[in-house]
């Protein structure tokens, strides 16, 4: 029998690599065959936790075959999944997002809680199954939940997420605090990328109402910075409207110092960013929004309501 492969989204961030490991982990050690794989590629702030905590990616899978059994982890929307997905057989989800253009023929294990971090979650069903977390599983647990909460400064984040923040600091041996910022900063230095790599490292495609509405978002120490490219960013952004056929192109560049995003729309749909959050939109199609740093629970909740 081949392996169920465990996976989260496209564009994968610091949660979904680390909760397609733990998962991996912890069904492993459950007595169940199964293979940890991700979507696309790592990202300077999910490689630093790799690296902190000597453990390698997941193996890169580009499109599943038909029958395919799997495990969805911090997704289930189709469009932010593998190719292919609506053919596979999906046995369980683990999530903690908004329930949308999902569905499966077959019924399936699917746990989804209202917390800031599938992490989190995963942490709770370690000790469900009396599973003693090693250390280096902990540290990616913790490194997602820091990453997903803004180092537990996002709406987003629950009590619950503090918690097991904290917990799993002291097994993984490292300051929460400190440890914290520095790999917020290794995944806002993005000196290295190109606006294409920009634009799709942490990019989510979701359907609202009829419309396709892609939502990207890079965090940075200076948001200035970013916008140094706006021409470049106006035209990478442009060509994936007209390729992709969206109605809106949101890029969101979040201050993770000073917790604010100022975000660039593009697409015929970008007059609903200034109904949704009362803005307006400067002649470069910009705009600040104080206090927004979360996509899940500020942005895609407020365009949704909008459109």
């Known amino acids: ?21 733990a998962y991996a982990d912890l069904k492993t050690k459950l007595g169940e065959e199964v293979r940890p794989v991700r979507l696309g590629e790592v990202n300077g702030e999910t490689q630093y936790a790799l690296d902190q905590f000597g453990v390698e990616a997941p193996a890169l899978i580009q499109e599943l075959e038909d029958g395919a059994e799997v495990i969805l982890v911090d997704h289930n929307e189709f469009q932010q999944s593998a190719d292919n997905i609506e053919n596979a057989a999906i046995r369980e989800v683990i999530d903690h997002h908004r329930v949308s253009n999902f569905q499966t023929k077959e019924p399936l294990y699917f746990r989804a809680e209202p917390v800031g971090c599938t992490a989190t979650i995963l942490n709770k069903m370690y000790k469900e ?37 904290r917990e799993l600091a002291e097994k993984a041996g490292v300051d929460l605090e400190a440890y914290g910022l520095e790999m917020l900063k290794a995944g806002a230095d993005i000196s290295d990328k190109s606006v294409k790599e920009l634009i799709s490292m942490d990019a989510k495609e979701f359907a609202m109402g009829d419309a ?39 890029f969101v560049a979040t201050d ?18 200034e109904k949704a959050f009362n803005v307006t939109l400067d002649a470069n199609d910009r705009a600040v929004l104080k206090g927004v740093v979360s996509r899940k629970k500020q942005i895609v909740t407020a365009l949704t309501e909008q459109f």
């Open 1 to 21: 029998m081949s392996k169920t492969f465990i996976f989260g989204h496209k564009s994968p961030d610091t949660d979904t690599i680390s909760s397609a490991l």
């Open 129 to 165: 199954n009396h599973i003693e977390l090693d250390k280096s599983i902990a540290g990616l647990l913790l490194s997602a939940i820091i990453s997903d909460s803004l180092l537990l400064k996002s709406p987003t984040c629950t009590e619950e997420d503090v918690k097991a923040a």
């Open 212 to 250: 396709k509405v892609e939502i990207a978002q890079v965090n940075a120490v200076d948001v200035s910075e970013i916008y140094q490219l706006h021409d470049e960013l106006v035209s990478e952004l442009t060509a994936a409207v007209n390729e992709k056929g969206l109605d809106l192109f949101l």
């Open 256 to 273: 993770i110092l000073n917790n604010d995003s100022e975000v660039l729309a593009v697409g015929p749909a970008k007059a609903n960013v």
